[in-house]
Every structure is written in structure tokens, then in C-alpha cells.
Antibody
Framework: QVQLQESGPGLVKPSQTLSLTCSVS??????????WTWIRQFPGKGLEWIAY???????YYNPSLKSRATISMDMSKNQFSLTLTSVTAADTAVYFC??????????????WGQGTLVTVSS | SYDLTQPPAVSVSPGQTAKITCSGD??????VSWYQQRPGQSPMVIMY???QRPSGIPERFSGSNSANTATLTISGTQPMDEADYFC??????????FGGGTTLTVL
């Protein structure tokens, strides 16, 4: 059974960089069958896709975040990560990692991690 | 950008049929997925490729997608179905788009 677990600081100061890691068990990032994804959920419940990465190094970003977000993977640890620079209070959200099928017809997310709340505040 | 619109809230009596809609330009040309999120939990996919149920999802959940609207139908709604529901589609520009979510109340 595939499981994803997010980790990272729960509090980040404005203008600083947010860094999160997703640890994957039960599947290998190098399997080639999936995209590995970051999604966030704002306090008002809205969901926003941030980015995904494929084992070959292909990365895709939400255009609204592309200038601030970087997704990367460490296959030796079976982990992938997100950094988001110059954060503001608007980046306060629960951050989820998730898995998505490789083809455009397999564009659903399953499973999701439990999520980690990140608050941006001084 | 591509937008998906959902009603903020839907109410249904136990045992009745609930319909949650998701609207977008030519949405019928895209595959739609649906997620259920119970309080304090992560979203969980309950429908993919418009009308396909993952293993373990009850048959009372069904989906359709045509023209500009996708619909999630819950037949014989149960109290345990009370949750937030989100639709999601893939767009060639923004890649992933989520609807704003619908809170289903069973009362």
C-alpha cells in the first residue's frame, strides 16, 4: 500500500523560504508510472495544484507559482521536495503531497498524504 | 485561466439523491475526477475519468460529464456521505484545475 508523508516546519516568517519533504513508502519514485505532486489547501477550503515531477526530471508548475516554486526529488531516499520562496500570509495553507498517473488520461490524484499545515507569520 | 465552478453547498435528506455539479467551458471534452474530503482528513478520489469508481467506493456514487457540466450523483445518501466534494480536471495551460468545493449536508 502506497503511503505519502509530508514533513517540514509549521511556521515560516514572511519573505522567507518554505521547504517541505514528502516521504514515499510502498512505491518507488523511479517506477516511471507516476507524477509526484504538491497541492495546497487554503483555510477557506480551496485546493490549488502547485507542481509535479517525473522521475526523469520533468517538472511542471502552476503558472501562478512558477517563479517562486521548485520541486525536486531524491530517489536515493525515495523523497521529493518543495521549496517556495518569498512567502507571504497568502501562502498559509495545508500542503499535501500526492501521486498522479503518468498519462494525461490518468490525471487524478491518489493517494494523498495526510497534509501539513504551514503558517506564514512573524 | 480555466475555471471550474461548483455550488458552495448542497443539502439532502438521508436516503435521497444528491447531485453536485461542476461547470466549465467545454468540460465535457475533458476527464473529470471527484474527491471527497471528510472533516480533518485528506481528499480521497471517489470518481475518475468522469464515471469510473475506484475500488472500495460504494455503487451509490456515480458520475457523468457532458457539454459544460460534470455531475456527481449520490443515490441513497447516507449520513457518512456528509463531506466536502471537489471536482478536478486537466487543462493544457494550467495543467490541474480544481473546483471550489461543495459542502454536502445530510439532514
Amino acid at each position: 500500500q502506497v503511503q505519502l508523508q509530508e514533513s517540514g516546519p509549521g511556521l515560516v516568517k514572511p519573505s522567507q523560504t518554505l521547504s517541505l519533504t514528502c516521504s514515499v513508502s510502498g512505491d518507488s519514485l523511479s517506477s516511471g508510472d507516476f507524477y509526484w505532486t504538491w497541492i495546497r489547501q487554503f483555510p477557506g477550503k480551496g485546493l490549488e495544484w502547485i507542481a509535479y515531477i517525473y522521475y526523469a526530471g520533468n517538472t511542471y508548475y502552476n503558472p501562478s507559482l512558477k517563479s517562486r516554486a521548485t520541486i525536486s526529488m531524491d530517489m536515493s531516499k525515495n523523497q521529493f521536495s518543495l521549496t517556495l520562496t518569498s512567502v507571504t500570509a497568502a501562502d498559509t495553507a495545508v500542503y499535501f503531497c500526492a501521486r498522479r498517473g503518468y498519462s494525461t488520461s490518468e490525471n487524478w490524484f491518489d493517494p494523498w498524504g495526510q497534509g501539513t499545515l504551514v503558517t506564514v507569520s512573524s | 485561466s480555466y475555471d471550474l465552478t461548483q455550488p458552495p453547498a448542497v443539502s439532502v435528506s438521508p436516503g435521497q439523491t444528491a447531485k453536485i455539479t461542476c461547470s466549465g467551458d467545454k468540460l465535457g471534452d475533458k476527464y473529470v475526477s471527484w474527491y471527497q474530503q471528510r472533516p480533518g482528513q485528506s481528499p480521497m478520489v471517489i470518481m475518475y475519468q468522469d464515471s469510473q469508481r475506484p475500488s472500495g467506493i460504494p455503487e451509490r456514487f456515480s458520475g457523468s460529464n457532458s457539454a459544460n457540466t460534470a455531475t456527481l450523483t449520490i443515490s441513497g445518501t447516507q449520513p457518512m456521505d456528509e463531506a466536502d466534494y471537489f471536482c478536478q480536471a486537466w487543462d493544457s495551460h494550467t495543467h490541474v484545475v480544481f473546483g471550489g468545493g461543495t459542502t454536502l449536508t445530510v439532514l
